[in-house]
């Protein structure tokens, strides 16, 4: 049985937000590009240019937050910003892609995955959101309380009464903010494509932007997320690491309804951790297209490249006797955390093109933006 939960929601323009701001009509053609070499060389040869802007930075009066400033914590961490280098071998100048970090994770955790993917050839954008409730325990097995929450956390509007995520704290609400302060300070890196449909009245709202231009990716709750945001706007890919899929079983259910809504045609793929063998397709990979039987999927660790679109590894760090252990790196952190994903021995990599993965993450990085 599907949800009742609301599919396409109605977004009111709240009385609050309003200033002036910049019209913008400049469009980058959208062209598919190759991968550039997965060679630590390679990626010290075009590094990019990262840019730090805290939230609060971005407020207009009126925009309602949890952010108190002067602080670095989640939901009032910096939003990163990647820009390829100017001389990239493979750039996708018309092309967007969008981190969204995990629980009570900020931007900065994952420098060197963002930065993988700016070296794919994407302006790359880990956004700063409020992800301060952890799901699986605020909707714990109620199936039907993830998909209100969620859309909380992505579009601001008061669906769930389990949390309470301020309009401005939203994860639509803050990318609009953002992209229109990158688009006014930073004009000459092309930041106008991604909000090529603004109306202009400088209130962030969904169809303010330009989705098919933009891939949506995260780790753990917010890979959850940006599959929340491919269910209802039309993603150029989809991207997830180590999460996406909310289990619970309430209702003779095995995952949550959100789920279950119809998909819009888009580029998927995730990586999983297999957790030394104990991973099995969830019920809720196959309802989010991901695959349509258990046969499609494949272990990172014994096939590659692969025409299947979850892939597993059991890679994860060693402890250094001399270090002690560092935070959050679980087989979960050792996915996407910086100093966590391990190189092909399992050290802590010199740098992102070290990492065991990388080669993998670039390969569909590349192939999801299509």
């Known amino acids: 049985m599907r949800s009742q939960e609301p599919h396409h929601p109605g977004y009111r323009i709240a009385p609050w ?30 590094p990019s240019t990262k840019h730090v802007i805290q939230p609060e930075d971005l407020f207009v009066a009126g925009d309602p937050t949890a952010c108190p400033g002067n602080t670095n914590t989640s939901p009032c961490g910096a939003h990163y910003v990647y820009v390829p280098a100017a001389n990239h071998p493979e750039p996708r100048q018309g092309q967007l892609y969008l981190f969204l970090p995990g629980t009570k994770s900020e931007p900065n955790k994952y420098e060197g995955l963002l930065s993988m993917a700016a070296y794919a050839g994407y302006k790359t954008i880990g956004l700063s959101y409020d992800n ?9 097995q109620n ?26 704290d939203s994860i639509v609400h803050r990318l609009y903010r953002l992209l229109d302060y990158l688009r006014t300070n930073f004009s000459a890196e092309g930041w106008d494509a ?6 202009h009245d400088c209130m962030p709202e969904p169809e303010d932007f330009n989705w098919d231009i933009i891939i949506v990716s995260g780790h753990s709750q917010g890979a959850g997320h940006g599959m929340i945001l491919s269910k209802d706007k039309a993603v150029d890919g989809i991207l997830l690491f180590d999460g996406g899929n909310d289990d619970c079983s309430s209702g003779g259910r095995t995952y949550a309804q959100w789920h279950d809504w119809p998909d819009i045609t888009a580029p998927r793929r995730s990586f999983v951790h297999d957790r030394n063998g104990s991973f099995a397709v969830p019920d809720s990979f196959i309802a989010m ?44 952190g ?20 070290e990492a065991y993965l990388f080669p993998f993450y670039l390969d569909w990085m590349c192939e999801v933006g299509n």
């Not at 199936?143 to 401005?168: D, H, K, M, T």
């Not at 050792?334 to 093109?353: I, Q």
């Open 17 to 46: 937000a309003v200033t002036a701001c910049a019209v913008f009509l400049f469009l980058v053609p959208h062209l598919a590009s190759a991968c550039p070499p997965a060679t630590s060389a390679d990626f010290n040869a075009f």
């Open 132 to 140: 301060t409730a952890r799901l699986e325990s605020v909707c714990a």
């Open 143 to 168: 199936c039907g309380c993830y998909g209100p929450a969620r859309r909380e956390v992505v579009f601001g509007v008061n669906w769930s009464p389990i949390l309470s995520v301020r309009q401005g």
């Open 194 to 199: 991604f909000l090529a449909n603004d109306d």
């Open 289 to 332: 297209e991901f695959g349509s039987m258990p046969s499609e999927f494949d272990v990172l660790d014994n096939v590659w490249p692969t025409s299947f679109n979850v892939a597993t590894t059991n890679q994860t760090p060693v402890d250094d006797p001399l270090v002690p252990p560092k935070k959050d790196c679980t087989e979960h």
């Open 334 to 353: 050792s996915m996407a955390y910086d100093g966590c994903m391990p190189d092909a021995l399992g050290n802590e990599p010199v740098s992102p093109a």
